[in-house]
T-cell receptor, first 115, second 117 residues
Framework: GAGVSQSPSNKVTEKGKDVELRCDPISGHTALYWYRQSLGQGLEFLIY????????KSGLPSDRFSAERTGGSVSTLTIQRTQQEDSAVYLCASSPGTGAGVEQFFGPGTRLTVL | AQSVTQLGSHVSVSEGALVLLRCNYS??????LFWYVQYPNQGLQLLLK??????LVKGINGFEAEFKKSETSFHLTKPSAHMSDAAEYFC???????????????FGQGTILTVHP
């Protein structure tokens, strides 16, 4: 079956512009996660959704970052007024539940470059 | 709070040699532990996981890992390296029993494995 998909695969933007990153989870997966992978910080948790609500937003680095999930499916991560330090690969993952042993399935990521 | 330390950002082995990637964790409650592999320009793929029960867990592609509570370690091994094993490997911890678990993974910094012919 189809895995987690993310779009765009690559995004180049200018400093100060807003960007939207999209994640399509595996059908039926109730949990959705966003992570960021950057050279200096490694893999960092950003936000978690259970259904359409986000119980944990603790990883969002600033108020320029926001995310939403609609219909318990597609999620969008929005970065406003992008800065060069936002350059990273943004990974989305989904899972059928939140049990500690439940596997998260990752998408291929969106590589964001802020010039 | 939980944390993961991977010893060695780069490991180089010859084809056919033993692969050993080290991972130590810190967790205030019993942890659930994972190893993921990332090939260039791809997302993360689960290699194996430890939840409960047998401390030696076997994964895909001939990899295995042993959970050692006394050493707070979860090292990844493979008896014989193959060229196709070249990738970046991440150890991760998720909070286990005894607290609210919502699935957040805390990752180590990653280890890049190079396999020489």
């Amino acid at each position: 079956g189809a895995g987690v998909s993310q779009s765009p695969s690559n995004k180049v933007t200018e400093k100060g512009k807003d960007v939207e990153l999209r994640c399509d989870p595996i059908s039926g997966h109730t949990a959705l996660y966003w992570y960021r992978q950057s050279l200096g910080q490694g893999l960092e948790f950003l936000i978690y959704f259970q259904g359409n609500s986000a119980p944990d937003k603790s990883g969002l680095p600033s108020d320029r970052f926001s995310a939403e999930r609609t219909g318990g499916s597609v999620s969008t991560l929005t970065i406003q007024r992008t800065q060069q330090e936002d350059s990273a690969v943004y990974l989305c993952a989904s899972s059928p539940g939140t049990g500690a042993g439940v596997e998260q399935f990752f998408g291929p990521g969106t590589r964001l470059t802020v010039l | 709070a939980q944390s993961v330390t991977q010893l060695g950002s780069h490991v180089s082995v010859s084809e056919g040699a033993l692969v050993l990637l080290r991972c130590n964790y810190s967790s205030s409650v019993p942890p659930y532990l994972f190893w993921y592999v990332q090939y260039p320009n791809q997302g993360l793929q689960l290699l194996l996981k430890y939840t409960t029960g047998a401390t030696l867990v076997k994964g895909i592609n001939g990899f295995e890992a042993e959970f050692k509570k006394s050493e707070t370690s979860f090292h990844l091994t493979k008896p014989s390296a193959h060229m196709s094993d070249a990738a970046e490997y991440f150890c991760a911890v998720k909070r286990g029993a005894g607290g609210t678990s919502y699935g957040k993974l805390t990752f180590g910094q990653g280890t890049i494995l190079t396999v020489h012919p």
